[in-house]
């Protein structure tokens, strides 16, 4: 039954763009993403500004954790959850064997990929980093066995190429230097950075919201595609794969989901 519906939807881009944007309206105010509302040109760099702080509220990281958690369980029973399964499959895909690299994710919030990709068996070696001190803390108090630090995706502590794979762990969407944090991304990275769960833009320039995410509000950045894959080569990053997670597209405009794999150009 799901599935027909999906196929459905999948005939009618438009229906279902209209369907998924009713849905954000009608979630309630603590869900994941709820009240999107699109920003105009003159006002969109002023709000994400204003809103660059907003995920380091002291409010999040429990409510994150709480859907974090059933979806931890879910996915432990063998139940497919597509973010995680996308970034597993982008790992366990990589020209080198993922086994045994080390890997930073960039606004991992309370650590959660270190525990998705032990139950895959993946075997790296994680590391993660968020510029929320309330995140952090949640991840030490998680995970105690493994480093977290409270970095900004913008300007990170650690040295050119201090990990193998830099994963940017879906959050540049919400910080307005965004072409900073992919620099520091690639400088970090010493073989592959991924930018999991990116969303897009097709044949319109970026697009910015004001939403709710779990309840506080934010800013959301939907990146023109051609746009930001030339950011990524800018920063000296080749794009090696593209996984997506979610596309609509009528008449050459629309939005899509991506999680982007890079291998690092030597510099
Ligand atoms: C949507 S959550 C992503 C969590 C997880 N990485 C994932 O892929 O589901 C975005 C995370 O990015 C973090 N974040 C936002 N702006 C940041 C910045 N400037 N530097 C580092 N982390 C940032 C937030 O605190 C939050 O934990």
Redesign the pocket.
């Known amino acids: 039954m799901k599935a027909a519906l999906r196929s459905l939807l999948n005939r009618f881009p438009r229906l279902k763009a209209g369907l998924k944007r009713l849905r954000s309206r009608l979630s309630p105010p603590g869900g994941v993403s709820s009240n999107y509302v699109p920003l105009k040109t003159e006002e969109a760099a002023g709000e994400a500004a204003r809103l ?1 702080d907003a ?2 509220s002291d409010a ?1 990281p429990r409510r ?1 954790r709480e859907l974090v958690n059933t979806q931890l369980a879910a996915y432990r029973r063998g139940e497919s959850i597509d ?1 995680f399964d996308v970034m597993c499959q982008a790992l366990r895909a990589l020209p080198s064997d993922a086994r045994g690299m080390s890997v930073l ?5 309370s650590g ?2 270190a525990e998705v990709l032990e139950i895959a068996g993946l075997g790296v070696r994680y590391a993660g ?4 001190p309330a ?1 952090i803390e949640l991840a030490r108090q998680t995970y105690p066995d493994l480093r977290f630090d409270v ?4 300007a990170l502590s650690h040295d050119r190429g201090a990990f193998d794979v830099v994963i940017s ?3 540049l969407l ?2 307005p230097e965004y072409q900073a ?1 992919v620099v520091e991304t690639a400088r970090v990275a010493r073989q592959y950075a991924i930018f ?2 990116t969303p897009m833009v097709l044949g319109q320039p970026n697009q910015y919201y004001r939403k709710q ?1 779990y309840g506080v509000e934010t800013v959301e950045i939907h990146f023109n595609e051609p746009e930001f894959l030339a950011l990524l080569a800018a920063s000296g990053l080749e794009l090696i794969a593209t996984y997506t997670l979610d596309e609509t597209v009528h008449g050459g405009v629309g939005t899509a989901n991506r999680t982007y794999v890079c291998r690092k150009i030597a510099s």
Request: charged residues 20%; proline residues 0%.
């Open positions: 660059r995920w380091q999040l994150q973010v994710e960039v606004g991992c919030s959660f990929y980093c968020d510029y929320s995140f970095e900004d995706a913008t762990g879906c959050c919400h910080i944090a999991h769960r995410a």
